[in-house]
């Protein structure tokens, strides 16, 4: 069977079914509301698994799951050199999110990463430690960063609420998703003019490290029926 | 003989020839307290060494050189001149598969924290490289990060502009920008033309950084835009400074000819520190000089540094090294002392065939 993990929730679960039933699968959760099932009608040899988006990277780079549904964002943060372990199979053009770099709005003088750079090197000489930045991206961040060439900053780790953690003082900025800036707004926070380190969208990727032997043949099937092309794995 | 057992006999012959050069053996531990390695490197050696944590010390790191643990143990209480060899291994996290980058190999050292002269030390060190490793005919590259200093320390342009050009020598992508800024080539951006014309936003101040901050900063940014750029023939120096490569025998004049007058010390330095490679038996007519070695990889490095490479390309250089005596001035807690080293890894001359003259 071709195992295909789908998020076990919400609209991220919701929007996935309804991709596939405009592309002609039906996808549904079956027993009780509580429990963790689903199951395909209309394409015979594919299994559905209902897991939690942030666990399919790791699913994927398992091979415990042929294919898989989350987050763009996720598999670029929790594997490293991804493409070597994933194949992206399709945007799905929900769930979009852009994960970006805010600091104070209050900050006049703070327009871009070189003024970013050049505030921690000042913040490092004033304050004795360097310039915090809250998140929970931390390989996308750090990335993003060091190909910047952006120093003197630390992450600090923070799993949610991270738009509150420069009013709290344990950050100054923060590295965090936001899809209208709403929430930023409101935490008087700014995006820097080039702090976009990642448009994100819910996306199906196929797992290199999965045994395709028997399932390579449904992938193929699967890929015609939906319109895709056949990933090279 | 599996390479590493034959590694680990190479790494012993090696650290026996450095004793024999009067250095003392030196033990580090294999786990390091990050917050030193951290404050040296920052963020990005999260990224390079394995991070763990000790219930009572904190965050820990797998030893990733020893560098810091040697300048630690010789500012803790060392005898001056002082000579260290150590033996070991160190990690090192990879993001991407290479069988070329192992996550964990034996570094080989020799060290030499040394006042009076320091370009006899540096002499001391490369040569005593070069001997050791003349039997398998490596290819040995130098520079000189003091002189590209030098060049940004002699810019006819203000303070704050140096510090920064100062600050991101070893990131060239950034460094690069900001001359292209300070120069005129890259035009003022229309946020901070409305910054210098005075707009402020309309938000509560919220965070550590203090509004006394950015008014400084706002300050400095003034003075910067009223500033002359730094002419267009300096940056072309700058930029035939930072290409340039020759064989170490034509550096000093080549450097001379580029018409940077502020580089004249380092230039001196350098003709003594060759002047010693010669007193050693080094030929500089058949020694690469690059001006920019060393500048993106070996961060700490502030003087003169050098890498011993084998012709197979994506292969690590077999031995590197270099002076870091600002490092010394980081760990030393107020005192300094002018240091040079470098490490050989005996894995590499092991995958080469193990010859060394040893």
């Known amino acids: 069977m071709l195992k295909l993990g789908v998020p076990s929730k919400g609209r991220l679960m919701e929007k996935t079914f309804d991709w596939f039933a405009e592309r002609g699968l039906r996808l549904a959760r079956t027993g009780t509301d509580r429990e963790y099932a689903a199951a395909v009608e209309g394409f015979e040899g594919l299994e559905l698994v209902l897991l939690s988006a942030g666990e399919i990277p790791r699913e994927l780079a398992a091979g415990r799951i042929h294919l898989g549904v989350t987050g763009s964002d996720l598999v670029r943060e929790k594997l490293a050199d991804w493409p070597a372990q994933v194949a992206e199979l399709a945007p799905m053009g929900f769930g979009h999110a852009d994960l970006i770099i805010a600091v104070p709005a209050a900050w006049a003088d703070v327009d871009g990463l070189e003024d970013l750079d050049a505030v921690a090197a000042a913040f490092r000489r004033a304050q004795g430690h360097r310039l915090r930045i809250a998140t929970k991206y931390h390989r996308l961040t750090r990335d993003f960063l060091r190909q910047a060439g952006v120093a003197d900053y630390q992450l600090v780790d923070s799993q949610g609420a991270t738009e509150g953690t420069v009013k709290n003082l344990t950050a100054e900025a923060i590295a965090d998703i936001t899809s209208s800036g709403e929430t930023l707004r409101a935490n008087h926070l700014k995006i820097l003019s080039d702090g976009l380190i990642h448009q994100s969208q819910a996306t199906l990727f196929a797992a290199r490290a999965a045994d395709w032997t028997e399932e390579g043949a449904t992938l193929a099937r699967l890929c015609a029926a939906l319109g895709l092309e056949p990933p090279a794995l | ?358």
């Open chain 2, 1 to 358: 003989m599996p390479v590493r057992a034959e590694a680990r006999q190479l790494g012993a012959r090696l650290l026996a020839a450095f004793r024999a050069e009067g250095a003392a053996v030196i033990e580090t531990d294999i786990l390091q307290p990050a917050e030193a390695l951290l404050d040296l490197y920052g963020e990005d050696i999260r990224a390079r060494a394995y991070v763990t944590a000790d219930p009572l010390r904190g965050e820990m790191m797998l030893r990733p050189d020893f560098t810091v643990p040697v300048v630690q143990a010789h500012m803790a209480g060392g005898a001056e001149p002082a000579r260290y060899a150590y033996l070991g291994e160190v990690f090192r996290r990879q993001e991407q598969p290479d069988p070329e980058r192992p996550a964990e190999y034996l570094q080989a050292g020799y060290e030499v924290f040394d006042r009076d002269t320091p370009e006899e030390a540096d002499a001391e060190v490369f040569a005593l490289f070069a001997r050791l490793l003349a039997p398998m005919g490596l290819t040995a590259t130098i520079g000189d990060i003091g002189v590209l200093r030098a060049a940004v320390d002699g810019l006819d342009t203000l303070a704050p502009r140096k510090a920064a050009l100062m600050r991101h020598i070893w990131r060239p992508h950034r460094f690069h920008a900001l001359l292209e800024r300070y120069s005129g080539l890259a035009p003022m951006t229309d946020a901070r033309r409305a910054l210098l014309d005075g707009a402020r936003p309309e938000a509560p101040w919220i965070g550590l950084r203090s509004p006394a901050e950015m008014e400084a900063r706002i300050a400095t940014l003034a003075q910067d835009a009223k500033a002359p750029p730094i002419p267009a023939p300096i940056v072309e120096r700058l930029d035939a400074l930072f290409a340039l490569r020759c064989p170490a025998a034509e550096a000093p004049a080549r450097l001379t000819g580029l018409g940077l007058a502020s580089l004249a010390p380092a230039i001196d330095r350098l003709e003594r520190r060759l002047a010693a490679l010669v007193s050693h038996g080094i030929d500089p007519a058949r020694l690469n000089f690059e001006a920019s070695h060393g500048r993106a990889t070996m961060e700490y490095y502030d003087g003169f540094v050098f890498t011993f490479a084998a012709p197979r390309p994506g292969m690590p250089p077999v031995a590197s090294g270099g002076r870091y005596d600002a490092l010394t001035r980081v760990l030393g807690g107020g005192r300094e002392i002018p240091a040079v080293g470098g490490v050989i890894r005996p894995g590499v001359v092991a995958d080469l065939g193990g010859k060394l003259a040893c």
